[in-house]
């Protein structure tokens, strides 16, 4: 077998669009690769990827392999995780990089124990090692206390990454790549799932993931009225998003797809204000990536002012009604 080389990022497509994850692989896997002295490929895999190709390759990609087949319509383990497993044995590269997401947590350790070799999931960080060139997996152990890097001489190296965690190139639509068809000549009838149903979940205002803004509440909100209240308006007002940790969600206050966590969604907006929240490790691990994190708690001693750039000690039902109304006037200027 020739030499591994390379790194290879699985990409993925939602809604007809390259996913934002894909955008975050071709970030960090360009670095991995140009310090390796390697190309960079990614893979498309889908039924009509159409333009999207060469979106990748102003994204960072030298070369993307499309794979797309009316068979790979919707995302079935078997036939992506065969695909891609052919793709790899003939490309052999040396790093192979996928997402944290539903997708990449699935398809990862299966295609990590089809090619013999090791997967560290969720890295928060990646490097290569000048010296023996591996690659540096580092990520967060113990409920988020503590941060673990990981080294692996097996080939090829496999990571995961966190969603948000990796920060995409800037697109620049002059950038030239090859873009090459793959077809892996899968077995239809070796594919054994199926697609039943597929449930789309409706979300009102912009997505928490993506918001530049996330208004968090904590359990010290008090109830569910707040959070439809208070917190909806002044997310409105900065064009953002209502979070919460843990005990509102399990308390029925709000959804559970608002949670931020270990458990819950990884965040990293612009803006992060974080209202009647401790700030458990459980809780930060979803969102210290915030560019701006301000916190408002009446404990002046809470964990959350340990990540803050701003902090207020005080009741949030005195100081939020306050804030609002700066917020109003700044907005209106
Ligand atoms: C395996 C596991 C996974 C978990 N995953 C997650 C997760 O994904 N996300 C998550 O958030 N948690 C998670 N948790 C739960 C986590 O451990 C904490 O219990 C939770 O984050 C605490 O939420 P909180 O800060 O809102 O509540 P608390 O810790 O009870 O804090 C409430 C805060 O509100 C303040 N406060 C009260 N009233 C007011 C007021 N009027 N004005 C201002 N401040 C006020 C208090 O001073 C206090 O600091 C997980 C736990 C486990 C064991």
Redesign the pocket.
Same mark, same amino acid.
């Given at each position: 077998m020739s030499e591994n080389k390379g790194v290879l990022i699985v990409g993925e497509l939602l809604e007809g669009k390259l996913a934002s994850i894909t955008g975050e692989l071709l970030g960090i896997g360009r670095k991995l690769a140009d310090s390796l002295g390697q190309n960079l490929s990614a893979v498309l895999i889908g039924s009509g990827v159409g333009d999207l190709a060469n979106e990748a390759v102003a994204l960072g990609a030298d070369k993307v392999y499309v794979i797309d087949n009316p068979m790979f319509k919707d995302y079935l383990t078997d036939a992506y995780v065969g695909a891609l497993e052919k793709l790899v044995k003939e490309t052999n590269p040396e790093i192979v990089l996928l997402g944290q997401t539903a997708t990449g947590r699935d398809l990862g350790p299966r295609l990590g124990f089809r090619l013999g070799t090791g997967v560290t999931l969720d890295c928060v960080a990646l490097a290569i090692d000048p010296e023996t060139k591996l690659m540096q997996k580092t990520k967060p152990v113990y %409920?988020g206390n503590a941060l673990a890097m990981y080294v692996g001489e097996d080939r090829p190296q496999m990571a995961t990454i966190r969603v948000k965690s990796m920060e995409p190139l800037p697109k620049d639509a002059s950038r030239k790549g090859e873009v090459k068809a793959f077809d892996p000549a899968l077995d239809a009838s070796k594919v054994r799932g199926k697609m039943v149903n597929r449930v789309k979940e409706e979300v009102a205002g912009i997505k928490l993931e993506d918001a530049a803004v996330v208004i968090c509440g =904590?359990? =010290?909100m %008090?109830g569910p009225d707040p959070f439809k209240t208070v917190l909806a308006d002044l997310a409105k007002m900065l064009n953002g998003a209502v979070g919460a940790?843990?005990?509102?969600c399990d308390s029925g206050w709000v959804p559970t797809i608002n949670?931020?966590? @270990?458990? =819950?969604k990884i965040v990293a907006p612009t803006l992060y204000i974080g209202?009647? @929240?401790? %700030?458990?490790?459980?809780?930060l691990? %979803?969102m210290t990536g915030s560019k701006n994190i301000v916190a408002?708690?009446?404990?002046g001693e809470?964990n959350i002012f340990g990540v803050s750039h701003f902090g207020v000690v =005080?009741?949030?039902?005195k100081v939020l009604p306050a804030f609002v109304a700066k917020c109003k006037e700044l907005v209106a200027k």
């Open positions: %409920g =904590g359990r =010290g %008090g940790t843990r005990p509102p949670q931020i966590g @270990l458990t =819950g209202i009647a @929240l401790s %700030g458990s490790s459980q809780h691990a %979803g408002i708690n009446k404990d809470a =005080g009741d949030y039902k």
